[in-house]
């Protein structure tokens, strides 16, 4: 069985994973806000995507004359954090480069993921750290499922600020299905800023807003208001997906995208990546706030 830790803060707990530093429960007086694994639908709650977000071409890519197969997301989902530092209300685990990262990921990195509860949210803190002597590329992101009680269709979405009449999709069949579409295409938007959830949003997959304007998105019911809201700095690119018809939604900022059917096979060559130096560190964080929602 996966160790777990548990957090607490007044009103609020959290539960998180070793296994991929994973977010498997967040409650409010009791009231649980993630998505909770169920027989027929996604198994996941709220894995972090690295070194790669989505689909890369032909499944994976090169580096100095070798090929590297790649993971849908990456590999840290599937990998055993180790335990930095633990507090009643905060904990901090790192993955580490090792022997069976390098077969699939031919560098030197740490990956440190923070939680931390206090009176009214979850704040998530990520760096990683490149420990080699050559640039690191490298994709991050995060995939947190949010419950959604009662009626899909009594949900939206709220964004900050309008976003683009526009949005980015996957490629349908035949192949190369779920790489990134050549082009953007026109979405309709039940208001500026706002998108109503109803079974059919994710017939298509997912939903990208590359760039996204917004730096938070809430999550409102029809009749008792916000339940919560997503705080992310600094992502350029906000990912929205469910499993057809199923009962929660994903909210994912990105650091990173899928590939397209031109990209190039070459790491390094991946315009979607972050180029860290030697040495350097990479930040980012985000924060789930709630609020005093019924439901």
Same mark, same amino acid.
């Given at each position: 069985?996966?160790?777990?830790?548990?957090?607490?803060?007044?009103?609020?707990?959290?539960?998180?994973?070793?296994?991929? *530093?994973?977010?498997?429960?967040?409650? #409010?007086?009791?009231?649980?806000?993630?998505?909770?694994?169920?027989?027929?639908?996604?198994?996941?709650?709220?894995?972090?995507?690295?070194?790669?977000?989505?689909?890369?071409?032909?499944?994976?890519?090169?580096?100095?004359?070798?090929?590297?197969?790649?993971?849908?997301?990456?590999?840290?989902?599937?990998? *055993?954090?180790?335990?930095?530092?633990?507090?009643?209300?905060?904990?901090?685990?790192?993955?580490?480069?090792?022997?069976?990262?390098? /077969?699939?990921?031919?560098?030197?990195?740490?990956?440190?993921?923070?939680?931390?509860?206090?009176?009214?949210?979850?704040?998530?803190?990520?760096?990683?750290?490149?420990?080699?002597?050559?640039?690191?590329?490298?994709?991050?992101?995060?995939?947190?499922?949010?419950?959604?009680?009662? !009626?899909?269709?009594?949900?939206?979405?709220?964004?900050?600020?309008?976003?683009?009449?526009?949005?980015?999709?996957?490629?349908?069949?035949?192949? @190369?299905?779920?790489?990134?579409?050549?082009?953007?295409?026109?979405?309709?938007?039940?208001?500026?800023?706002?998108?109503?959830?109803?079974?059919?949003?994710?017939?298509?997959?997912?939903?990208?807003?590359?760039? +996204?304007?917004?730096?938070? +998105?809430?999550? +409102?019911? !029809?009749?008792?208001?916000?339940?919560?809201?997503?705080?992310? #700095?600094?992502?350029?690119?906000?990912?929205?997906?469910?499993? @057809?018809?199923?009962?929660?939604?994903?909210?994912?900022?990105?650091?990173?995208?899928?590939?397209?059917?031109?990209?190039?096979?070459?790491?390094?060559? /991946? @315009?979607?990546?972050? /180029?860290?130096?030697?040495?350097? +560190?990479?930040?980012?964080?985000?924060?789930?706030?709630?609020?005093?929602?019924?439901?």
């Amino acid at each position: 069985m996966t160790p777990t830790i548990a957090l607490s803060h007044g009103p609020l707990t959290a539960s998180i994973a070793a296994l991929g *530093a994973e977010l498997q429960s967040f409650t #409010r007086d009791g009231d649980e806000l993630m998505w909770q694994p169920r027989a027929g639908h996604w198994q996941q709650t709220a894995p972090w995507l690295f070194p790669v977000v989505g689909r890369l071409r032909d499944g994976g890519f090169s580096h100095r004359g070798r090929w590297h197969e790649m993971p849908l997301h990456g590999f840290a989902a599937s990998q *055993a954090f180790d335990l930095l530092a633990q507090a009643p209300d905060s904990v901090q685990l790192q993955l580490r480069a090792s022997e069976r990262t390098r /077969k699939l990921y031919p560098f030197d990195f740490r990956l440190l993921v923070s939680y931390r509860l206090d009176a009214d949210g979850l704040a998530m803190d990520i760096a990683v750290h490149n420990d080699g002597d050559e640039t690191l590329p490298f994709g991050f992101g995060a995939h947190p499922g949010f419950a959604l009680p009662g !009626r899909l269709d009594g949900w939206r979405l709220q964004f900050e600020r309008p976003e683009a009449a526009s949005v980015w999709r996957l490629q349908p069949d035949p192949p @190369p299905w779920g790489l990134r579409a050549a082009t953007a295409e026109p979405f309709r938007w039940d208001a500026p800023g706002s998108l109503q959830l109803h079974p059919h949003l994710f017939d298509r997959d997912a939903v990208i807003l590359d760039p +996204v304007r917004s730096s938070w +998105v809430a999550l +409102v019911h !029809r009749r008792h208001g916000e339940r919560l809201r997503l705080q992310f #700095r600094g992502a350029p690119t906000l990912g929205l997906w469910a499993r @057809p018809g199923a009962p929660f939604i994903c909210i994912e900022p990105w650091w990173g995208r899928d590939d397209d059917a031109a990209s190039p096979h070459a790491l390094l060559a /991946k @315009p979607q990546l972050h /180029k860290l130096p030697a040495g350097a +560190v990479f930040e980012a964080g985000m924060r789930i706030a709630t609020s005093q929602c019924e439901r």
